[in-house]
């Protein structure tokens, strides 16, 4: 159930019979040369339409901008930061626990977003309410080890191929080629740096390690549309679960 496509009369008996809602968020960012730009937040939505039927379930429009400040130095990034991002789900929340919700299932596409998701979720339990994240990309790479991928790669590639294959663009595929901090401290993984190694952060912007975008061990030339509709069902199916027993949790 959209929250935009019912009426303040449906949304009032809903609230007085639920008090449990679903929040998507992600974020509008670089993703590579070769996917678009709504990646984070395009594939929570999916997710969400591919769930609905399933949950009867309100779902929050979906927020498309997020804690993208490490990716601005590409052309079309809009970050809200740390600060932002607080701010306007704090509002969200506040007014969905003034409706009645108690329940916030945050479905969320982008990890730079996950410390506000917790901070926020945090404060719930303070008020006797609950905030569960699902991090959708990390729970498909538990799904199955395959699917598991770094930023902008082969797992995302592939499930935007499944969503809208207008929004994938090889032509301007660009191989990722690290950029080690020095000979001694090389590439770990986005922040990081292999140290004798040891994994320590070096916390900088994207374009400083990855002159494409996009970074991890899944090269967007290996995705294809059946891997993102097989990893996406997989997904959602788990969530809908998930949900389910979230839903059944008494709060005491």
Known sequence: MFLEKITWKQAEGYFKEKDIAIIPVGSTENHGSQLCLGTDFLIPRRLCEMMDERLN???????????GDQHINFPGTITIGYDGLYDLMTRI???????????????????GNTPVL????????????????????????ELDPRWKGGHGGGEETAAMLAIDPSCVHMEYFMPF???????????????????????????????R????????????????????????????????????KFERVSLG
């Open 57 to 67: 379930i309100l779902i929050a429009p979906t927020v498309p901008f997020g804690v």
């Open 93 to 111: 929340v506040d007014q969905l626990y003034g409706f009645g919700i108690r329940k916030f299932v945050f479905l969320n596409g982008h990890g």
């Open 118 to 141: 917790q901070r926020v979720a945090l404060e719930l339990d303070e008020r006797h309410a609950m905030g569960a994240i699902l991090n959708w990309w990390l729970l498909a790479g």
């Open 177 to 207: 080629e690290p950029k080690d901090l020095s000979p001694d401290l090389t590439f770990a993984g986005s922040f990081n740096v292999n140290c004798n190694g040891v994994s320590v952060p070096v916390p900088r912007h994207v374009d």
């Open 209 to 244: 390690y990855s002159s494409c975008g996009w970074y991890g061990p899944d090269s967007p030339e290996t995705a294809t549309k059946e891997w993102g509709e097989e990893m996406l069902k997989a997904t959602a199916d788990f969530c809908v679960d998930f949900i389910k």
